[in-house]
């Protein structure tokens, strides 16, 4: 957690410039290039996604086949 010693108080680094300084009193605060952890996607979402297109992927091939042949599986 950024912390501005001029201003005694904690900052989320979003709310900071975006040069990385204290909005108040401009000292620089955090490196905004760090804050990675934050806005990084969790591998298991992509897992889901995966899951997710598979599966629909496959509907979508139920889908032509029962367009083609006329009877469902
Ligand atoms: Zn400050």
């Known amino acids: 957690m950024p912390w501005c010693e001029t201003c005694n108080r904690f900052y989320n680094?979003?709310?900071?410039?975006?040069d990385g300084t204290c909005t108040t009193c401009g000292r620089f605060i955090a490196d905004p290039a760090d804050d990675t952890d934050d806005t990084k996607i969790p591998w298991h979402f992509w897992v889901l996604v995966a899951a997710?297109?598979?599966y629909l992927g496959w509907r979508l091939v139920e889908v032509v086949?029962?367009?083609?042949?006329?009877d469902w599986p």
Do not use: D, F, K, N
């Open 13 to 18: 680094p979003r709310s900071l410039a975006p």
């Open 52 to 54: 997710l297109v598979l």
């Open 65 to 70: 086949i029962w367009l083609i042949t006329g």
